[in-house]
C-alpha cells in the first residue's frame, strides 16, 4: 500500500489499510489511523496526528513550522481527526507554542490551496473552500462555510452554522447562524439554506429569526441587545449559545 518511490520514516506509525502514493513523504513521529489515503507528493512533517479514513490530495504539506516569527523551533503538533477530505495543496501548520497544537476535527471538506495557520482550531462539519486563507489562531465553529478566496485575520471566531462568502476579509467574529458577504463584510441575514440542511425545525428557525432582529436590525447597544434577547426570546440551547458567542468575542462583531 507504499508506493516505491514514498518516502516513510521508521518513526512513523501507520495504521490498517493506509495507501501512501507517489513522492509523498511522512517525517519522524507521525501517527496516522486507519484507512487513510495520502496522495502523491504530500509532505507529512513530525508531530502529526491523522485519525482514521481521511483523503489527504496531491502535494497537500501537514506540519509543517508556522509562519511566525516569535515561533523558536519547539516541538509542537497538528491533530487532524477523522473522516476528513483534504484536497490538492492545503497547507496545514503546526502551532507555534511547544507542546500545543493546530486542530481539524472530523467530517470536514477542506478544498484546493486553502491555507490553514498555526493554532486554528476547526470544529466538524466545516467546508472550507478554494483558496481561503486563514491566519493564527482562528476558531471555526461546527457546520460553518467558509467561502472560496476569503482571507481572515488572526484570532477571528467563525460561529455554527454561519456562512462567510466568498472573496472577503474577515477581521471582526462570524455570529451563528448568520451569512457575511461584500466588502467591507456586513451580515445579510439567517443561514436560511444551511439551517434547513442541517434540519432546523421551522419553530427553531423562527425563534433564530427573532434573535436577529433583535441583535441586527433594531440598532441596539450590544449589551442591550443580549439583555432584551434574554428577556423575550425562548433560551433554546441555539439562542444560548448566541449569546455567550457575542459576549466572549474579542476582536469584537460583524453587525
Known sequence: MIHNTAIV???????????????????????????????????????????????????TLIGNAPQDLKYKGGRSF???????????????HKSNTEGKSTIVGDNNFIMTMAHIAHDCVIGNNVIIVNYAGLSGHIHIDDY???????????????????????????????????????????????????????????GKIAILEKVYKIFFREKLLLKDALTKIEKEVEQIDE???FIEFAKNSKRGLIR
Open 9 to 59: 520514516s521508521q518513526e512513523a506509525k501507520l495504521g490498517k489499510n493506509v495507501k501512501v502514493g507517489p513522492f509523498a513523504i511522512i517525517d519522524g513521529d507521525v501517527v496516522i489511523g486507519d484507512n487513510v489515503e495520502i496522495g502523491p507528493k504530500v509532505h507529512i512533517l513530525d508531530g502529526t496526528i491523522i485519525g482514521n479514513n481521511n483523503y489527504i490530495g496531491e502535494g
Open 78 to 92: 497538528v491533530k487532524i481527526g477523522n473522516n476528513n477530505v483534504i484536497r490538492e495543496y492545503v497547507t496545514i
Open 144 to 202: 460553518a462555510f467558509v467561502s472560496g478566496l476569503t482571507a481572515i485575520h488572526q484570532n477571528v471566531r467563525i460561529g455554527a452554522h454561519a456562512m462567510v462568502g466568498g472573496g472577503v476579509r474577515i477581521t471582526k467574529d462570524v455570529m451563528p447562524f448568520v451569512m457575511v458577504s461584500e466588502e467591507p463584510a456586513r451580515v445579510f441575514g439567517l443561514n436560511m439554506v444551511g439551517l434547513k440542511r442541517r434540519g432546523f425545525s421551522a
Open 239 to 241: 439562542v444560548k449559545y
